[in-house]
């Protein structure tokens, strides 16, 4: 089933949060672990502009759906940057433009190049738009388990809301990324190929390349790592399975299992007393979105 970009437009909007209590977090703060994650998150959601830099210089431009989706898809991941800047203010912690400006300064030279590859590599192949539809829906997937994960870990009410509506505009982000990236890798096998060898090779975890390779380490045990984490990693990896042609990449699965005991934490999640995701309940949040944008696919 194709995505309904009519109705998606629609229903496109900020996200609310005026009504929540972040007051609540000065009596009842988050612990230094979940803290730390949401700076990770903070700083990536950020970063999403930058993402889009590197998709419109491809032959995704061209398609009028794509840039709609976009342009709507941009908007909304600043609101999340700016949701999570909210909780990390009312813990005194820095946030919103100054912090943004800090991580983007901190970016290696190569940074500068990724505009030039993204463009060469459009020109050299029909099929780049396929492999960014199905990156795309990988990290949306990976990116919305990692949310169920966080709220379940803290155990913070008012977290746990803010991050239930930030997964249901994720929600709507997976089903067009999917819808798409199923659609352009049925319809080619060289695009399949390309897709497979690129992700196979390439792909890391949501925020690599911006954030330190610490922070990648610890985020990904902190959310994924034990009994738990890997059922839920598992789950995310069937996920992708689906997709034509991507079936067995492991791709989620096997990133943790590369950042287990790498970096000066020990690999186990702080706080044990914290309640925990179970496999059942990210995938219900993973199939949050509406149903009349969800793709066969996903």
């Known amino acids: 089933m194709r995505f309904d970009l009519a109705t998606y437009r629609r229903h496109s909007a900020k996200l609310v949060t005026d009504d929540l209590d972040l007051a609540s977090f000065e009596s009842r703060p988050l612990d230094a672990d979940a803290l730390r994650c949401l700076r990770y998150m903070h700083d990536v959601e950020s970063h999403t502009i930058c993402y889009l830099r590197d998709l419109l210089v491809t032959r995704a431009h061209r398609d009028p759906e794509v840039t709609t989706f976009l342009t709507l898809w941009s908007y909304e991941e600043l609101w999340h940057g700016e949701a999570?800047?909210?909780?990390?203010?009312?813990?005194?912690?820095?946030?919103?433009?100054?912090?943004?400006?800090?991580?983007?300064?901190?970016?290696?030279?190569?940074?500068?190049?990724?505009?030039?590859?993204?463009?060469?590599?459009?020109?050299?192949?029909?099929?780049?738009?396929?492999?960014?539809?199905?990156?795309?829906?990988?990290?949306?997937?990976?990116?919305?388990?990692?949310?169920?994960?966080?709220?379940?870990?803290?155990?913070?009410?008012?977290?746990?809301?803010?991050?239930?509506?930030?997964?249901?505009?994720?929600?709507?982000?997976?089903?067009?990324?999917?819808?798409?990236?199923?659609?352009?890798?049925?319809?080619?096998?060289?695009?399949?190929?390309?897709?497979r060898f690129t992700l196979?090779?390439?792909?890391?975890?949501?925020?690599?390349?911006?954030?330190?390779?610490?922070?990648?380490?610890?985020?990904?045990r902190y959310l994924f790592a034990g009994p738990e984490g890997a059922a839920v990693a598992a789950r995310v990896d069937r996920r992708i399975d689906r997709l034509p042609g991507l079936v067995g990449l492991d791709l989620l699965t096997s990133a943790v299992a590369s950042h287990a005991g790498h970096g000066p934490d020990d690999g186990r999640p702080r706080g044990a007393g914290a309640p925990v995701a179970t496999a059942a309940s990210v995938d219900a949040a993973l199939s949050a979105s509406p149903r009349a944008a969800r793709p066969s696919a996903a």
């Open 84 to 195: 999570i800047a909210a909780v990390l203010a009312a813990h005194g912690e820095a946030a919103g433009p100054t912090r943004v400006a800090a991580t983007r300064r901190s970016l290696p030279r190569r940074d500068a190049l990724r505009p030039v590859a993204s463009q060469l590599a459009s020109a050299a192949s029909s099929h780049v738009t396929a492999v960014h539809m199905a990156w795309g829906a990988v990290n949306e997937w990976t990116t919305q388990a990692g949310y169920a994960r966080l709220a379940a870990r803290a155990g913070h009410p008012v977290l746990t809301e803010l991050l239930r509506r930030v997964m249901r505009q994720e929600g709507r982000h997976v089903d067009f990324y999917a819808s798409q990236a199923n659609e352009r890798l049925a319809d080619s096998r060289a695009a399949r190929r390309l897709a």
């Open 200 to 220: 196979r090779r390439l792909w890391a975890p949501v925020g690599s390349g911006v954030m330190p390779a610490a922070e990648v380490a610890f985020v990904s």
